[in-house]
Structures are given as C-alpha cells and as structure tokens.
C-alpha cells in the first residue's frame, strides 16, 4: 500500500486528533525508553538525537568503536519500535 502526504501544508495547525495521536506516542516512547532500554542505551540516544553527536563522537565518549555504537543504535531503536 503507498502512502501519498495529504494537501495539508506542513506548517498548518495540527488538528486535535493528531494532536492526540502524537501525544499517545510521546508518552508510549517514554514508558517503553524508561521501561525497555538499558541506562547504556538511553544515554546513546540521549547523545544521537538530543546533543546531535555523530557515532564517531559517541563513540569517544563511552569509550567505544563507532561501529558498535551504531550497532547498539540500531538495537536501542528496535527495542522501541517493537514496544510502541
């Protein structure tokens, strides 16, 4: 099945039921990173999205190879696909 983006614009006001929507993930992301991820995975995600790190940078500060931090990065994402 494609999906097709509907003719709302991007910058249009979301509706209330999207709103809703968005904010039953929010709240399913955070009960699945506080309930099914390691404190090692929280913190790399933390790094990934929060501070914008690259994996080389990640890497360097926990002591690591940037390969396995994307391995653990695909691992962590996963976890929380499968949980949400």
């Not at 002591?63 to 990065?73: E, F, L, R």
């Amino acid at each position: 099945m494609r999906h097709t983006l509907s003719k709302r614009s991007m910058d249009d006001e979301p509706t209330p039921r999207m709103t809703r929507a968005g904010d039953d993930l929010r709240c399913r992301l955070r009960r699945a990173m506080d309930q099914e991820l390691t404190r090692e995975q929280r913190v790399l995600l933390l790094l990934w999205y929060a501070e914008r790190m690259n994996p080389t940078e990640i890497a360097a500060c926990l002591n690591s190879t940037p390969g396995q931090v994307v391995s653990a990065h695909g691992r962590a994402v996963e976890t929380l696909r499968r949980a949400c």
